[in-house]
């Protein structure tokens, strides 16, 4: 059967999702997408204004090139679009120099040439006066690195995928998919539907959805806080990096597009499970603000240790921090894609393109024998 003429089922809209419908229906597939609720609802791993894209990768240098075909489609993406989905800001990447992630930021940056500077203490004191740093500890500024606006992107690509002919099932939850005889079959409260292949991309409802899935996937409930500053100068000047601290607390923020307040963010070992996906648990206790105001306090003290606002989302970690890329085992027409473990948006257009490039062609190009899930026998 050619390409033009395969009909694919996009279990769940979200960030994957929307990125997999746009590039299917852009490839000439006939796509049916389905979500629980809406594209570009704040109830899961989407959500809070923004979500930090940048090029040289701390968790493993193999991403590299995933993220370079990630930018030529964020790029393409809004040209497509007309909309603004990202903005270069920069990515200010710090933490003690013999700590692993650092050794691999330099190793990415190395092994692909990417645009940064490396900023002794004296320099970013001068120009990023509101961040501190301890003895020991490097600063590297990846130029092609920024934000994203995730609300945005997830409507704009899901958008783009109904302007080229998608149509979207909007809160309509998936009970079931079927794998039968030479396709698959997706079961709803109101029916089923035949496809040859089904992406599926429910998030932090994978387990929900797939309860027999060989590989664990732990959700987790995730806190952002918002903080104001005390010197708004320093962080809403020209320069408007983003930031991630490795060590010896993960830790990561942004400066609000708005220009008022900061969006801090911490790692997977200090989030809580999320439990029941479909009963988060949104209030945020003041205990667990504490780690907030620590961290303030030693690195950031130009920020008022009150927060004005607080989100609660939810992300799925695998063991390895590796995502699920790849057909379900013994499901050949059931392509997964799960457990982006808290560094999936930044590549949502590549891994969009790779859901296409299996649901179509079996196959892809892309090099993603490290995280597929053929062969794969851990998380
Ligand atoms: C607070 C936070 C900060 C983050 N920061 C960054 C960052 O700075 N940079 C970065 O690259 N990544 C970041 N991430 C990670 C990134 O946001 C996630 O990896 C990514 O959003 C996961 O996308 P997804 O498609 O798997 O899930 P989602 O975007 O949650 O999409 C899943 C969709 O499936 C739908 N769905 C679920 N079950 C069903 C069903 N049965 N039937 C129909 N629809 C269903 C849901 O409604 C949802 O729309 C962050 C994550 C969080 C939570």
């Given at each position: 059967?050619?390409?033009?003429?395969?009909?694919?089922?996009?279990?769940?809209?979200?960030?994957?999702?929307?990125?997999?419908?746009?590039?299917?229906?852009?490839?000439?597939?006939?796509?049916?997408?389905?979500?629980?609720?809406?594209?570009?609802?704040?109830?899961?791993?989407?959500?809070?204004?923004?979500?930090?894209?940048?090029?040289?990768?701390?968790?493993?240098?193999?991403?590299?090139?995933?993220?370079?075909?990630?930018?030529?489609?964020?790029?393409?993406?809004?040209?497509?679009?007309?909309?603004?989905?990202?903005?270069?800001?920069?990515?200010?990447?710090?933490?003690?120099?013999?700590?692993?992630?650092?050794?691999?930021?330099?190793?990415?940056?190395?092994?692909?040439?990417?645009?940064?500077?490396?900023?002794?203490?004296?320099?970013?004191?001068?120009?990023f006066?509101?961040?501190?740093?301890?003895?020991?500890?490097?600063?590297?500024?990846?130029?092609?690195?920024?934000?994203?606006?995730?609300?945005?992107?997830?409507?704009?690509?899901?958008?783009?995928?109904?302007?080229?002919?998608?149509?979207?099932?909007r809160?309509?939850?998936?009970?079931?998919?079927?794998?039968?005889?030479?396709?698959?079959?997706?079961?709803?409260?109101?029916?089923?539907?035949?496809?040859?292949?089904?992406?599926?991309?429910?998030?932090?409802?994978?387990?929900?959805?797939?309860?027999?899935?060989?590989?664990?996937?732990?959700?987790?409930?995730?806190?952002?806080?918002?903080?104001?500053?005390?010197?708004?100068?320093?962080?809403f000047?020209?320069?408007?990096?983003?930031?991630?601290r490795?060590?010896?607390?993960?830790?990561?923020?942004?400066?609000?597009?708005?220009?008022?307040?900061?969006?801090?963010?911490?790692?997977?070992?200090?989030?809580?499970?999320?439990?029941d996906?479909?009963?988060?648990?949104?209030?945020?206790?003041?205990?667990?603000?504490?780690?907030?105001?620590?961290?303030?306090?030693?690195?950031?003290?130009?920020?008022?240790?009150?927060?004005?606002?607080?989100?609660?989302?939810?992300?799925?970690?695998?063991?390895?921090?590796?995502?699920?890329?790849?057909?379900?085992?013994?499901?050949?027409?059931?392509?997964?894609?799960?457990?982006?473990?808290?560094?999936?948006?930044?590549?949502?257009?590549a891994?969009?393109?790779?859901?296409?490039?299996?649901?179509?062609?079996?196959?892809?190009?892309?090099?993603i024998?490290?995280?597929?899930?053929?062969?794969?026998?851990?998380?």
């Open positions: 059967m050619s390409a033009a003429r395969k009909r694919v089922a996009v279990v769940g809209v979200g960030t994957m999702g929307s990125q997999a419908a746009w590039r299917l229906a852009a490839r000439g597939a006939e796509v049916v997408g389905y979500d629980r609720y809406a594209p570009g609802h704040d109830r899961s791993a989407a959500g809070g204004e923004t979500r930090i894209f940048r090029s040289a990768h701390f968790e493993d240098s193999r991403y590299v090139p995933l993220l370079k075909h990630a930018d030529a489609l964020w790029e393409q993406l809004q040209e497509e679009t007309g909309r603004e989905l990202r903005r270069l800001t920069g990515c200010l990447l710090m933490g003690p120099t013999d700590h692993h992630q650092m050794a691999t930021v330099l190793q990415s940056i190395a092994e692909h040439d990417l645009d940064h500077e490396v900023l002794d203490a004296e320099l970013l004191a001068k120009r006066p509101q961040y501190r740093i301890e003895d020991g500890d490097a600063a590297v500024l990846d130029r092609r690195a920024g934000f994203i606006r995730p609300e945005l992107t997830i409507q704009t690509a899901a958008r783009r995928a109904e302007q080229l002919g998608a149509v979207i099932r809160y309509s939850t998936v009970r079931e998919i079927v794998p039968v005889a030479g396709g698959v079959e997706i079961r709803t409260d109101s029916g089923s539907e035949r496809f040859d292949t089904a992406v599926v991309t429910p998030g932090p409802w994978v387990n929900d959805l797939l309860p027999d899935l060989p590989w664990e996937v732990d959700v987790r409930r995730l806190v952002s806080a918002w903080y104001v500053p005390t010197t708004p100068e320093a962080w000047g020209e320069e408007r990096p983003a930031f991630i490795t060590a010896p607390t993960h830790c990561y923020g942004l400066p609000s597009p708005d220009g008022i307040s900061v969006k801090l963010g911490l790692s997977r070992a200090l989030h809580q499970p999320a439990g996906p479909n009963q988060l648990d949104r209030t945020v206790r003041p205990e667990e603000l504490e780690v907030f105001s620590d961290l303030i306090g030693r690195y950031m003290p130009g920020l008022h240790p009150d927060p004005t606002r607080l989100s609660v989302y939810m992300e799925g970690y695998t063991e390895s921090s590796r995502p699920l890329v790849g057909p379900l085992p013994g499901a050949e027409n059931v392509i997964l894609l799960a457990g982006f473990s808290g560094h999936g948006f930044k590549l949502s257009p891994f969009g393109n790779i859901a296409a490039d299996l649901a179509l062609d079996g196959t892809s190009p892309q090099p024998d490290f995280i597929s899930t053929l062969g794969r026998t851990e998380a």
